[in-house]
């Protein structure tokens, strides 16, 4: 970008488009025929090769990491037991034979597949690199997540901008200068959905909106 160039605000939503979350031919809802969960259909790797070829141990992290599943170990055996799956609809009977039928629950599984197959939390982590790289003195850069994996990954991130001291921990005294802080953050609890916004559009009611100003 020219150097000249002034960045007043830079605004992400990073959530799901909820046209390909409710398009059954997009493969993401339960019912789905299909078994892709692909946001670019352009890609190769597929919710298939997920479910029908990783290992045991790969199946079990990303269950236990981005689906915060309990009973991973026996999710992962139940799925690696009925392969090859061909829908999402297998997956789902799958889990409801488990005991696994509230929506809740399923969604974050669903969920941990969608994320793995999307790198969407690498994709995360460029785009608030990216960000620091354009930002300029006084840029607001906003960040709207969705769900506790993503906002974990925004709230830490604005903390180690905002520190002024950089030296580890175990060092007696300050030796970096204190002043190394990129800017501060705007928000201490994030900015989240009235009652009235959630009521007329209830997917809104995850949504978590955490602000940094730069300074430098």
Not at 91 to 115: E, N, V, Y
Request: some cysteine; overall charge positive; proline content about 3%.
């Amino acid at each position: 970008l020219p150097k000249n160039l002034q960045i007043a605000g830079i605004l992400a939503d990073i959530g799901v488009s909820s046209y390909q979350l409710d398009n059954k031919d997009r493969g993401f809802t339960f019912d789905s025929d299909e078994l892709d969960m692909r946001m670019d259909k352009s890609r190769d790797f597929s919710a298939k090769d997920v479910i029908n070829f990783y290992s045991k141990e790969d199946l079990e992290r990303i269950l236990r990491d981005y689906g915060e599943c309990r009973r991973y170990k026996k999710v992962a055996n139940a799925i690696i037991s009925k392969r090859p799956l061909k829908s999402n609809k297998n997956l789902a009977d799958i889990l409801g034979k488990l005991g696994i039928k509230d929506k809740k629950t399923l969604a974050k599984i669903f969920q941990a597949i969608r994320i793995e197959v999307n790198n969407e939390l690498s994709e995360l982590e460029n785009l608030l690199e990216n960000a620091k790289k354009i930002a300029k003195k006084d840029t607001i850069l906003g960040i709207i997540t969705f769900h506790s994996l993503e906002d974990r990954i925004v709230k830490n991130t604005f903390k180690k901008w905002s520190r002024k001291c950089i030296c580890p921990p175990e060092a007696i005294k300050c030796e970096c200068g204190g002043n190394n802080n990129l800017g501060a953050i705007l928000t201490k609890k994030p900015i989240t959905a009235s009652k009235e916004e959630v009521k007329n559009n209830p997917r809104s009611r995850s949504a978590k909106l955490r602000g940094f100003k730069f300074i430098r």
